[in-house]
């Protein structure tokens, strides 16, 4: 079986919703601090755009956590790359490329949160409501949908298409057609 890569969000609609959520985060922030915390490496692409239409004040910092996210015995997702510096008392917004099951995301949550963050919010470029399997609410979304694998804009299959502009969904086909 082969695939086929069909537009479903085409760059001028991402830069909107980033716009978008630039204005709202920044409104929300308005007089404080952010510490905008990047999960590497499927938002690198959606990071760099939002944070130049953010408003406030704020440093930049990364993470990076299996890509299996499936929790080993002690309950916690493994920290690739930790960020560099403490999160305690500071405003933190994590910067994810796509919530789908929610279990990355949801491990992320857990292994930070007891560093004592004043708050800890969510800005999701894409929150795919089709296989979530734990409650769990990014507090800014830039799509939301209800679609099948999706590449482009960051986001990879076998780390591929990164680079691609837009958000496409992988379209499963015969090989003989596609
Ligand atoms: P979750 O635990 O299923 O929410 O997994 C989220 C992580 O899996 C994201 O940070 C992505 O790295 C990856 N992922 C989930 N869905 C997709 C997709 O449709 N395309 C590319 N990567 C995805
Ligand atoms: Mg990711």
Known sequence: MGFQLRELYSRERLSREVQRLGGE??????GKELLVLVILK????FAADLV???????????IE???????????????????AIPIAGKNVLIVEDIVDEGRCLSSLLDIL??????TLKVCAMVDNRRRRTIPL????VGIRCSCGFLVGYGLDLDQKYRELPALYELIPCDESVC
């Open 25 to 30: 985060i920044s409104g929300d922030f308005a």
């Open 42 to 45: 499927g938002a690198f692409v």
């Open 52 to 62: 130049r239409c953010i408003s406030v004040p704020m440093e930049i910092e990364f």
């Open 65 to 83: 956590i299996s890509s299996y996210c499936g929790t080993d015995s002690s309950g916690r997702a493994t920290v690739i790359k930790d960020v």
């Open 113 to 118: 949160r007891p560093r004592g963050p004043a």
């Open 137 to 140: 609410e990014p507090d800014y």
